[in-house]
């Protein structure tokens, strides 16, 4: 594929025009212009770019890339580090951040859902279809113990739980991939019975026991690895290019 090609077929895809972000979507780092191999991953870290190198990646697609609202605009140490890697091996690089967490099937809110077999998924905030937090409900009612089993073994990652003191059964539920942590407080207000995230706050323990409402803490990067991957399935069943997700863990 031709590089604008691709560019297109990724805006029309994941619509970052939809929603206002902390920095800009789409093509960060303009490489070569022909798109054979592509690379996803949650962070355009070092150890990725390295990696796509490795894999002779004509393009790299991330949750997480460059030119954060409120960062330095200067390019030096570990920045420079990578985008020079970026520039010397011609390598383009494209970054969704809100697109691919709210995307209807791709993204990570939608590829928890699947995970953890949450149904009737809508948004969280009334009346905004691209609400970043979402909620949902399971088929039948669980234990509490129960979720933090399934989030564990999904995302082979030990989660944090804090439970109220009802320590009530759980059938509804709520979430949001990354930091989503502060949207706790709608959820509870919502009446659901837990609410899922990848961070934790102070504030969050006295808002999970205050406000009845069960908290996971499942890691930031463990809950967004899942859009990145999605991606890489999408591309080699629709687009000529062979995709590869890789996943540099993170214990965060």
């Known amino acids: 594929m031709h590089l604008h090609e691709f560019e297109k077929y990724l805006n029309t ?118 609400s970043v937090a979402v909620r949902g409900e399971f088929s039948q009612a669980l234990s509490a113990q129960a979720l933090e089993q399934r989030i564990n073994t999904k995302l082979n990652r030990t989660c944090l739980h804090i439970a109220p003191p009802s320590n009530k059964i759980i059938k509804t539920v709520a979430w949001c991939s990354g930091g989503g942590q502060n949207y706790i407080e709608l959820a509870a207000e919502q009446g659901i019975d837990a609410f899922i995230s990848g961070e934790v706050s102070e504030q969050t323990t006295h808002i999970a026991r205050e406000m009845d409402i069960h908290f996971y803490c499942a890691g930031h990067h463990a809950t967004e690895r899942y859009g990145a991957k999605a991606l890489a399935d999408y591309f080699n069943q629709h687009l000529p290019v062979d995709a590869k997700f890789i996943d540099i863990d993170n214990p965060a």
């Open 13 to 130: 895809l994941l619509k970052p025009e939809q929603i206002k972000d902390f920095c800009p979507n789409g093509l960060q780092i303009q490489g070569r212009e022909k798109i054979t191999k592509v690379i996803t991953g949650v962070t355009a870290t070092q150890a990725l770019i390295e990696q796509a190198i490795v894999e002779e990646a004509d393009a790299l697609v991330v949750h997480h890339g460059f030119f954060w609202k409120n960062e330095s605009y200067v390019i030096r140490g570990m920045k420079h580090k990578r985008i020079k890697a970026l520039l010397d091996h011609d390598i383009n690089l494209f970054a969704y951040h809100l697109p691919l967490d709210i995307h209807p099937t791709l993204g990570n809110n939608a590829q928890l859902a699947k995970l953890f077999a949450i149904e009737n998924v809508k948004p969280l905030e009334a009346g905004n279809d691209f």
